[in-house]
């Protein structure tokens, strides 16, 4: 149940739509790339050489910056322009964002990140929204997520169904970033 103790927020950045939909094609390229051996490991160590990171970190926040990076390289677009602070750590995407964006309402958009804290920690999660569904529910593209694959798990990259009211496990929802070109 939405707990109203710990209202979540919406801050928006500006980023050009051409950015947005370019990194937003990268992110969707990704569904699919799977870990080596569940350990971060294999293709996902992609997203983590943008930060000089080896096989075995997480890679959710890194995941989410290297498709802004690849869409901005793609476009010939200074790196720059990319409207997230880069960094692997999610909270530093919501906090920065949370510095120079502007408060919105509450409410999802696709292309928005969706950030989630484990309480009194400095980790969480972040996920892209792929699809806006009813009743806070949405589809996401989750880099550092899991999937069951013919009876056994996996990890990777995939389209996840959340809810932007609902705890990720023990993870609460801290809020959301969004995005903006006028």
């Given at each position: 149940?939405?707990?109203?103790?710990?209202?979540?927020?919406?801050?928006?950045?500006?980023?050009?739509?051409?950015?947005?939909?370019?990194?937003?094609?990268?992110?969707?390229?990704?569904?699919?790339?799977?870990?080596?051996?569940?350990?971060?490991?294999?293709?996902?160590?992609?997203?983590?050489?943008?930060?000089?990171?080896?096989?075995?970190?997480?890679?959710?926040?890194?995941?989410?910056?290297?498709?802004?990076?690849?869409?901005?390289?793609?476009?010939?677009?200074?790196?720059?322009?990319?409207p997230i602070i880069k960094s692997a750590l999610c909270l530093d995407i919501y906090n920065d964002a949370k510095k120079r964006g502007n408060k919105t309402k509450y409410s999802a958009q696709?292309?928005?990140?969706?950030?989630?804290?484990?309480?009194?920690?400095?980790?969480?999660?972040?996920?892209?929204?792929?699809?806006?569904?009813?009743?806070?529910?949405?589809?996401?593209?989750?880099?550092?997520?899991?999937?069951?694959?013919?009876?056994?798990?996996?990890?990777?990259?995939?389209?996840?169904?959340?809810?932007?009211?609902?705890?990720?496990?023990?993870?609460?929802?801290?809020?959301?970033?969004?995005?903006?070109?006028?």
């Open positions: 149940m939405f707990n109203s103790a710990n209202a979540q927020n919406r801050y928006q950045l500006y980023c050009s739509h051409l950015l947005l939909e370019t990194s937003y094609i990268v992110a969707l390229e990704q569904v699919g790339t799977l870990e080596k051996s569940n350990k971060n490991d294999g293709d996902v160590v992609k997203y983590l050489k943008l930060f000089g990171f080896k096989s075995g970190t997480p890679y959710c926040a890194a995941g989410q910056y290297y498709c802004f990076y690849e869409g901005a390289k793609r476009e010939n677009i200074s790196t720059d322009s990319i696709k292309h928005d990140l969706i950030i989630w804290k484990k309480p009194k920690s400095w980790q969480g999660h972040i996920e892209r929204i792929h699809n806006v569904l009813p009743n806070g529910w949405v589809e996401t593209i989750g880099f550092n997520s899991s999937k069951t694959i013919n009876g056994k798990k996996q990890e990777g990259v995939f389209l996840q169904r959340r809810n932007i009211l609902h705890p990720l496990g023990r993870l609460k929802v801290k809020g959301i970033v969004g995005f903006h070109d006028e």
